[in-house]
C-alpha cells in the first residue's frame, strides 16, 4: 500500500508519540510499578476525565494568567527588540543586562514579587512576563540586525527616512524570527505561571499538583501536568499555524518524492 507523503507526514510522528504511551502503560504493567511511584497514562487520562469538572477552573485560572502574562511579555519583548536592534550602543548597554537577568533562576524571583504583590494572580502574571521576553528579544532584535543592507539602501536612495526603513523592511524581514520566539515563549510563560502558582496562589493547576502530591495523589499530579502539556501544545499549534498564514513566504517547501 502507497501512503502519501502529506498522509506519512503526520502519520508518522503521531505513531511514535502513541509508542511512546503504548511502552510506558506496558512497562508499568509489566515491572508492576505502583501509581504512587509512575502512574499509567490509563490512569492519567481517567483521572483528567473524571476530575475534569474540578480541574477545569484551575485550568482555565492558569491559561488566562499565562495569556495574560504572555501578551505583556510581547508588548515589552517587541519594544526592547526594536531599541537592541536598531541601536548599537542600546544593544551593548541592554544585551548584558538581558542575558544576566535571564540567567537568574525565576524560582528566586518569586518570593520576591510575593514580597511586593503579595499572593495572587499577579506574581504569576509578572513571573509569566519575565520568563518569556528574553527569547523574544533576542529573536526581534536578531531579524532586525541581519536585514540586507542593500534593502535598506535601496529606501535610504529613494528618500525612506529611519522609521519608514524599519517600518517597511526591518519588521518584516524579523516576523519569521518574532513567530519563531512567540512558540518557545509561550511554553516558557506556562512554566513561569505554574511555578508563580506553586508558591503563592490558591488557584491553579499549580496549585493543584502541590496539594495532589502533598497527599501522595502523584496520579492527580500527573494529570495536571498532562493539562499543561495538552495547553502548551495547542497554543503551539496555533503559533504555527498563525506563522505559516503570515510568514509562509519566508519558509522553504522541499519537494517531496513520493513513495
Known sequence: MTFSPRFREYFDPTALILSIFVIWELA?????????????????ITMLIVQMPALWPHILQTLVTTMIGFTAGIALGVLLGVIVGVSRKAYNTAYP?????????KVAVVPILVLWFGSGAIPAILTAMVTC?????????????T????????LKALGASR???LWNVGLPRAMPYFFASLKIAVTLAFVGTVLSETVASNRGIGTVMMMASASFDITLAFAGLFALAILGVLLYGAFAVLEQRVCGWASRKNDMATV
Open 163 to 165: 522609521r519608514q526603513v
Open 133 to 145: 521576553v528574553f527569547p523574544i528579544v533576542v529573536n526581534v532584535a536578531t531579524g532586525l540586525a
Open 28 to 44: 508499568c504493567l509489566v515491572f508492576h510499578v505502583s501509581p504512587i511511584v509512575l502512574p499509567r497514562p490509563s490512569q492519567i
Open 97 to 105: 543586562l538581558l542575558v544576566g537577568f535571564s540567567s537568574i533562576p
Open 147 to 154: 536585514t540586507e543592507p542593500e534593502m535598506e539602501d535601496v
